[in-house]
């Protein structure tokens, strides 16, 4: 490659992307692009003014905040995060996985139901969520789903229920599998696979969220890089290797990176942070010569669906000051039969909940709904005003008040809808395993050699087998990818480190 200093071109501004970008700048490489399609950075860690203050529309919480989170490391040491989350005991608490706090149930007769009763269906449910856990590929078959297993232990243990429990027990469970679509950003857990699901590996610690936002940690991050690193509204439309494209020469760069409006730029490496869902419609002409097979197989098999939050500013609360849950049970409805298909009649039945949003004085008195699959990208289709009318009619008819003051303002998320997103995050769904996701990570050229050196590298969320759909995993696979380059150049590194002595 020479002794020319080497240029790394990193195709998109999420944590991902600005983590790598900090990483190789901080080991002495000096020319450092990032490419966003957008007018912004930060992809799915996006803050905004809402209500009295600040709401999330994608990334809200660190999960798992201890020190081997890389999020929670980064985020103390530049004081981003409350005291309560740099609490030794908070970084300990083990969740396992559920919500920690008991919620107030509300069912769709308008009555609240008492915790206890429903307390033995939650815990058995959350038992059989960990045991889905324990599978590999040699326990169970690749075709069978999250989803099913959980209907398989519901169907063993309803059969000694109750007539008079069974009811609620498998609303209830209908609701708790609606949350669990959410976490998993999936329309049905049928489609998440049973045996890689326990790959999926969580950090102690409470989970907390950022006072100032979580775009403060990406501006954090974005500040020790140089002014001009980032270019916005700059979409890239393909990725030239390998030197095919006109004017190259041997002495050349082997990438060259054309941007939507016709710009190009040439670099030795490009670090690919894109979404997933950017990816499975793009996938054929993103990248020329095109993705290897293997690839592309990976892209189509991985699942990447869409999770969505209705942010609803309330004049006073309807709740109670202690509530931090509001889970909603729709009377009548199972985990057993299929969600009903008239989407525009019933998406408001996939609404799993809502979160109070802490503290008021600072946010004002807001309810953040979470939703999850097909119901949650045809909510994407209505205006705020529908939006609005199911939501008041939804909670009038939860609360049994007929009187419920409605909603004085809605702040949504559209991810689905987002061309540069085309979702939320990515599971590793029924055909596809753990290996998809490495192929996805591995670097291209497979086989390098001095004439055909490390060009395509590939990071984001989807890339990392264990912590995918986080902002930590998004941010360690940025790390993982820098430090790819920051091996091949290792002089770099010496001289950074010689400087500083
Ligand atoms: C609603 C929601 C809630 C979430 N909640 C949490 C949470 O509480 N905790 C948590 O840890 N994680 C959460 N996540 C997941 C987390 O936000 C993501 O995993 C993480 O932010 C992904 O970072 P990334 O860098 O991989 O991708 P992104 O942030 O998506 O960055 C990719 C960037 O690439 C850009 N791009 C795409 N195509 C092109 C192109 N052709 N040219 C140039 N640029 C392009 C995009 O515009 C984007 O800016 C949530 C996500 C969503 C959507």
């Not at 490391?73 to 706090?101: I, T």
């Not at 793009?282 to 999770?307: E, N, R, V």
């Not at 909603?407 to 998809?436: C, K």
């Amino acid at each position: 490659m020479g002794r020319r200093t080497p240029s790394v071109l990193i195709v998109g501004s999420g944590i991902s992307g600005i983590g790598a970008a900090e990483k190789v700048h901080k080991n002495g490489f000096q020319n450092i692009r990032i490419l966003e399609a957008t007018g912004r950075t930060g992809g799915r860690i996006r803050t905004q003014k809402f209500a009295k203050g600040l709401a999330e529309m994608g990334a809200q919480w660190i999960h798992g905040p201890s020190p081997e989170n890389p999020v929670f490391q980064l985020s103390s040491q530049y004081n981003l995060v409350g005291p309560d989350a740099l609490r030794e005991e908070n970084q300990k608490v083990d969740v396992g996985g559920h919500p920690p706090d008991i919620p107030v149930i509300y069912s769709s007769s308008g009555k609240e139901i008492n915790p206890t009763l429903v307390e033995n269906v939650t815990n058995l449910y959350y038992e059989w969520l960990e045991k889905s856990r324990n599978f590999t590929k040699d326990t169970c078959s690749p075709d069978d789903s999250v989803g099913s297993f959980m209907r398989r232990e519901i169907l063993r243990s309803s059969k000694e229920w109750n007539k008079d429990v069974s009811e609620l027990n498998m609303a209830i469970l209908r609701a708790l599998l609606n949350v669990e679509c959410c976490v998993s950003g999936t329309h049905s857990m049928d489609h998440v696979a049973l045996c890689p699901f326990g790959e999926y590996t969580m950090f102690l610690g409470l989970d907390c969220t950022f006072p100032k936002g979580y775009e403060s940690l990406v501006n954090r991050i974005k500040a020790n890089l140089p002014n001009d690193t980032v270019l916005l509204n700059k979409p890239v439309k393909r990725i030239n290797w390998n030197g095919s494209f006109q004017g190259n020469d041997s002495n050349a760069h082997p990438v060259r990176v054309q941007c939507e409006d016709g710009d190009t730029f040439v670099a030795d490496h490009v670090i690919v942070t894109v979404p997933l869902g950017f990816l499975k419609k793009h996938a054929d002409d993103f990248l020329s010569p095109p993705l290897p097979p293997s690839k592309k197989q990976a892209i189509k098999k991985l699942g990447f669906g869409t999770m969505n939050k209705i942010l609803l500013e309330f004049e006073k609360p309807f709740w109670d000051p202690n509530t931090t849950y509001i889970q909603l049970v729709w009377e009548g409805d199972s985990p057993l039969t299929e969600s009903q298909k008239d989407l525009r009649k019933h998406w408001v039945k996939k609404l799993s909940g809502f979160v109070v949003l802490d503290p008021p004085g600072q946010l004002g008195h807001v309810l953040c709904g979470f939703m999850a699959g097909k119901e949650s990208e045809y909510m994407e289709t209505l205006s705020d005003e529908e939006v609005v009318s199911s939501m008041t009619s939804l909670l009038r008819q939860f609360t049994g008040n007929p009187e419920l003051p409605p909603p004085i303002s809605i702040l949504r998320s559209q991810w689905h809808s987002q061309p540069y997103t085309g979702g939320s995050y990515s599971y590793v769904a029924v055909g596809s395993s753990g290996n998809d996701i490495e192929v996805l990570a591995e670097p291209l050229p497979k086989e390098r050699n001095a004439a055909k050196p490390l060009q395509v590298l590939f990071a984001g969320e989807a890339t990392e087998r264990n912590f995918y759909s986080t902002t930590h995993g998004a941010l360690m696979s940025g790390w993982r990818e820098a430090q790819r380059l920051i091996d091949q150049y290792p002089e770099l590194g010496a001289a950074v480190r010689k400087a500083k002595l």
